[in-house]
């Protein structure tokens, strides 16, 4: 269980919170050093944390959908190795459309199955009993359940995602479609949940994605759409519950948690009722005052280092950090857009950017160092970036996964991260590019 500190957030001692800020110059000259994957549920006093929403998932500790409640910082743990901390999760504002993404008894849904059973027994990826069984028909192309979305956007990508285990089949098959059929040839999700869940991908158009719990036996499949939908506006999610691979008997799955988003990957999971239901951005930002000149102290040089999670392909940049959002003041650091390439932009803007690109289902670590207008940045130990931009006056503060123009809030969603930041460390002098390919390698 998360402890009440963490749930109510109570505010430290003076004393600790001084300890805590002494603390920081490790004997690495560095003077901040936040690890989010050591916090437990405590988030450092400094930073000032907002999410206006009483529905926010993540990965516990256990390796269960666990929520958060209303302005409750969310750290979250990878699917796979039960109990390995990912850091703090920060993410855009979600919505699913999806409607009853647990029970699948809405009109939304629509079923060439025999029927759905209630599982009462079945222990579902919340780490509680119940979860919903799905039957085909036959061995024909009509077993299928499908989520039917109007109104959808016909210039968007959407993404569609839901846990699924075995219950005697051995692999399901995703198809994204739009009114008229398929919306690549053949696009497709294969898991094979006996073969360490395995994926085919029936077409190059699409970037199929997996992930496991490894101790309860679910797995969280997603598609996403790679083309509009027809210009209809209309999408069809289908799901294969048969044993596709094999075309031999087709056997019933379990299911669980359906969400279909805008963006181009899965993000934290959003349960709904019989409407849709959205989940507010984060925000995480160290303001303006002490929390932030009780460290930043090298004026127009420094360095600072990230460590962050990336699992999806993104079809939009996605903030690390960025500081004071006014010119000669802004230095952001994001992943761009479809290349995924680390960038240092400033508020001109003008960036710089590395050759190599961050890495999908990975840990990435990134670092730049400036003196003034000049810079050098660096991802993942590769070539160092040289650069010259706009930054000639001190920052007065730091925004965490998103960029800010107030200083106490995210004000610009559609660039948040959607992932989980690992660490964060600032030094008040410039790095040698040596060393700041010394530690990102």
Same mark, same amino acid.
């Given at each position: 269980?998360?402890?009440?500190?963490?749930?109510?957030?109570?505010?430290?001692?003076?004393?600790?919170? *001084?300890?805590?800020?002494?603390?920081?110059?490790?004997?690495?000259?560095?003077?901040? $050093?936040?690890?989010?994957?050591?916090?437990?549920?405590?988030?450092?006093?400094?930073?000032?944390?907002?999410?206006?929403?009483?529905?926010?998932?993540?990965?516990?500790? *256990?390796?269960?959908?666990?929520?958060?409640?209303?302005?409750?910082?969310?750290?979250?743990?990878?699917?796979?190795?039960?109990?390995?901390?990912?850091?703090?999760?920060?993410?855009?504002?979600?919505?699913?459309?999806?409607?009853? =993404?647990?029970? +699948? *008894?809405?009109?939304?849904? &629509?079923?060439?199955?025999?029927?759905?059973?209630?599982?009462?027994?079945?222990?579902?990826?919340?780490?509680?009993?119940?979860?919903?069984?799905?039957?085909? &028909?036959?061995?024909? #192309?009509?077993?299928?359940?499908?989520?039917?979305? /109007?109104?959808?956007?016909?210039?968007?990508?959407?993404?569609? #995602?839901?846990?699924?285990?075995?219950?005697?089949?051995?692999? &399901?098959?995703?198809?994204? +479609?739009?009114?008229?059929?398929?919306? *690549?040839?053949?696009?497709?999700?294969?898991?094979?949940?006996?073969?360490?869940?395995?994926?085919?991908?029936?077409?190059?158009?699409?970037?199929?994605?997996?992930?496991?719990? @490894?101790?309860?036996?679910?797995?969280?499949?997603?598609?996403?759409?790679?083309?509009?939908?027809?210009?209809?506006?209309?999408?069809? +999610?289908?799901?294969?519950?048969?044993? /596709?691979?094999? #075309?031999?008997?087709?056997? =019933?799955?379990?299911?669980?948690?359906?969400?279909?988003?805008?963006? $181009?990957?899965?993000?934290?999971?959003?349960?709904?009722?019989? $409407?849709? &239901?959205?989940?507010?951005?984060?925000?995480?930002?160290?303001?303006?005052?002490?929390?932030?000149?009780?460290?930043?102290?090298?004026?127009?040089?420094?360095?600072?280092?990230?460590?962050?999670?990336?699992?999806?392909?993104?079809?939009?940049?996605?903030?690390?950090?960025?500081?004071?959002?006014?010119?000669?003041?802004?230095?952001?650091?994001?992943?761009?857009?479809?290349?995924?390439?680390?960038?240092?932009?400033?508020?001109?803007?003008?960036?710089?950017?590395?050759?190599?690109?961050?890495?999908?289902?990975?840990?990435?670590?990134?670092?730049?160092?400036?003196?003034?207008?000049?810079? #050098?940045?660096?991802?993942?130990?590769?070539?160092?970036?040289?650069?010259?931009?706009?930054?000639?006056?001190?920052?007065?503060?730091? @925004?965490?996964?998103?960029?800010?123009?107030?200083?106490?809030?995210?004000?610009?969603?559609?660039?948040?991260?959607?992932?989980?930041?690992?660490?964060?460390?600032?030094?008040?002098?410039?790095?040698?590019?040596?060393?700041?390919?010394?530690? /990102?390698?």
């Amino acid at each position: 269980m998360r402890s009440l500190l963490g749930r109510f957030h109570r505010p430290m001692s003076r004393g600790l919170v *001084n300890n805590m800020l002494t603390m920081n110059n490790l004997g690495d000259g560095s003077t901040l $050093s936040l690890d989010f994957t050591t916090m437990g549920s405590v988030l450092d006093p400094r930073l000032t944390f907002t999410r206006a929403s009483t529905v926010a998932t993540y990965i516990n500790s *256990n390796g269960y959908v666990a929520t958060a409640t209303t302005n409750e910082p969310r750290f979250d743990y990878s699917p796979t190795n039960i109990g390995e901390p990912r850091g703090l999760l920060i993410e855009a504002q979600g919505i699913n459309i999806c409607t009853a =993404s647990e029970t +699948f *008894n809405t009109g939304f849904w &629509v079923f060439s199955v025999t029927a759905l059973t209630t599982e009462s027994s079945d222990v579902n990826p919340k780490g509680t009993l119940g979860s919903i069984s799905v039957a085909p &028909v036959s061995n024909g #192309s009509g077993r299928y359940m499908n989520a039917f979305a /109007t109104g959808l956007t016909t210039t968007n990508i959407y993404t569609y #995602s839901i846990w699924i285990k075995a219950k005697g089949t051995d692999a &399901v098959e995703f198809i994204a +479609f739009n009114s008229i059929g398929p919306i *690549n040839s053949g696009i497709s999700i294969i898991s094979q949940p006996s073969n360490g869940n395995a994926i085919v991908s029936n077409s190059p158009g699409i970037a199929p994605r997996i992930s496991g719990l @490894s101790s309860t036996g679910w797995t969280r499949v997603a598609v996403t759409t790679s083309a509009a939908l027809g210009g209809t506006g209309n999408g069809n +999610f289908r799901l294969y519950p048969s044993n /596709t691979i094999a #075309s031999t008997t087709a056997d =019933s799955i379990y299911i669980w948690g359906a969400q279909l988003e805008a963006g $181009s990957g899965a993000t934290s999971y959003i349960p709904t009722g019989a $409407s849709q &239901v959205t989940r507010a951005v984060d925000t995480a930002i160290i303001a303006a005052g002490t929390n932030f000149s009780s460290w930043y102290t090298g004026g127009t040089t420094g360095t600072f280092v990230t460590e962050w999670c990336r699992c999806s392909p993104t079809t939009t940049q996605r903030t690390v950090i960025a500081t004071s959002d006014v010119s000669n003041q802004h230095l952001h650091q994001y992943i761009a857009a479809t290349t995924s390439r680390l960038r240092l932009a400033d508020k001109i803007p003008a960036f710089i950017e590395t050759a190599n690109a961050s890495i999908d289902n990975s840990i990435n670590k990134g670092a730049f160092s400036y003196a003034g207008s000049v810079q #050098s940045l660096c991802l993942n130990g590769g070539t160092i970036v040289p650069g010259t931009l706009t930054f000639t006056t001190a920052p007065t503060w730091l @925004s965490i996964g998103g960029p800010s123009t107030n200083g106490t809030s995210i004000t610009d969603t559609a660039v948040v991260l959607n992932n989980a930041i690992r660490k964060i460390k600032y030094f008040p002098t410039r790095l040698s590019d040596a060393k700041i390919k010394e530690i /990102t390698t």
